[in-house]
């Protein structure tokens, strides 16, 4: 299956909006998809998240308010919190589900190789030295 962009209606689902400017939405969807293709492309399955994440910051902190106060209440934001812009999480989660970075293995011993001693054992006077079943004559 592939990426579908999610839709206005899902970005109002994960901010808890009962309302949504759909347009507003829309454009933001559009261009957080791009910015995340940007890191990787095409857009692997499960990627929407990382794609509704971003789009629901800029959504509700257009401006990148850092502080605020309303009356008795104030609000402080970590400052870059608003416009579009992907985090080093949002880059590793879409390396991630496109099945890129981790770690990995590589095994540098040839197809062929084979388990036994490859020095002339003939030559070797410790053969003695070895109890029987170590694949030695």
Known sequence: MAFVPPTAEQLGLILGLDEIQGDRADLL???????????????????????????????????QVSYETIGPMSVQRPSGSGGLYLTKADKSALKSLAGRGGAFTVDPTPATADPLVTWPLDDAAFLEDFEAGWGLP
């Open 29 to 63: 969807i559009t261009t957080a998809t791009a910015l995340c293709q940007t890191v990787v492309k095409p857009l692997p399955e499960g990627a929407e998240a990382v794609v509704l994440s971003v789009a629901g910051r800029a959504y509700v902190n257009p401006q």
